[in-house]
């Protein structure tokens, strides 16, 4: 069984930081895996935000978080941040961390849809 769990989640007012991890355990070496990282806000889809590939080397971002947030992952432990600096109203979501269904991915996958390891997310909120 792989189990994915996010914490860091919160009410911060615009222009302020957060920083999201997703820990993982049970029957996954999160090192062999690309992960990614999506939101979902009330009425909305679930998007992709930001992706990491398997060795660290390779992420990619939606384009409305360029240049605020940054996704990084320490293998050691087992682990994947999301850390998100100068919030905006129209981030508030929620997030969830995710593993693709390949492992050795050089870039974590944008589509939900390759992805067969959820979190059960976190609650991010930016008041304006």
């Known amino acids: 069984q792989v189990q994915l769990v996010e914490s860091g989640g919160g009410l911060v007012q615009a222009g302020g930081s957060l920083r999201l991890s997703c820990a993982a355990s049970?029957?996954?070496?999160?090192?062999?895996?690309?992960m990614g990282w999506f939101r979902q806000a009330p009425g909305k889809e679930r998007e992709f935000v930001a992706g990491i590939g398997w060795s660290g080397d390779t992420t990619n971002y939606v384009d409305s978080v360029k240049g605020r947030f940054t996704i990084s992952r320490d293998n050691a432990k087992n682990t994947v941040y999301l850390q998100m600096n100068s919030l905006k109203p129209e981030d508030t979501a929620v997030y969830y961390c995710?593993?693709?269904?390949?492992?050795?991915?050089?870039?974590?996958?944008?589509?939900?849809?390759?992805?067969?390891?959820w979190g059960q997310g976190t609650q991010v909120t930016v008041s304006s």
């Open positions: 995710a593993a693709p269904s390949s492992s050795l991915l050089r870039s974590a996958p944008t589509s939900e849809y390759l992805y067969s390891y």
């Open positions: 049970g029957r996954i070496a999160l090192s062999m895996y690309a």
